[in-house]
Nanobody, 125 residues
Framework: VQLQASGGGLVQAGGSLRLSCAAS????????MGWFRQAPGKSREFVAA????????YYADSVKGRFTVDRDNAENFGYLQMNSLKPEDTADYYC???????????????????WGQGTLVTVSS
């Protein structure tokens, strides 16, 4: 799958952004999708994931209750709705699809083999 993330930008603390991930290539609907982020000087970390059919979602504790992951398999898009943003959410955000079709989503980035380019989210205080 080829992935392209978009939707990042500058927002004030408490604001919202919706990231999109456009997929093309192999059948997007057969693969779990994950969102990861990397802040300056830090390693990439798991944010959220959604199963191939969209029935199951998973979140990092730091974003639970504020972020929502979703997907539209008919349109080959994934989304990350981010509400109540905090300065510590500032990072490059990446979407990725699972290495194995129909796999249960994992929080480990080694479980993903297709990555989009990052989209920068900056949250000002």
């Amino acid at each position: 799958v080829q992935l392209q993330a978009s939707g990042g930008g500058l927002v004030q603390a408490g604001g919202s952004l919706r990231l999109s991930c456009a997929a093309s290539g192999r059948t997007f609907s057969r693969y779990a999708m994950g969102w990861f982020r990397q802040a300056p000087g830090k390693s990439r970390e798991f944010v959220a994931a959604i199963s191939w059919g969209g029935a199951s979602t998973y979140y990092a504790d730091s974003v639970k209750g504020r972020f929502t992951v979703d997907r539209d398999n008919a349109e080959n898009f994934g989304y990350l709705q981010m509400n109540s943003l905090k300065p510590e959410d500032t990072a490059d955000y990446y979407c990725a699809t699972s290495r194995v079709p129909l796999a249960v989503p994992t929080t480990d980035e080694s479980g993903y083999d297709s990555w989009g380019q990052g989209t920068l989210v900056t949250v000002s205080s």
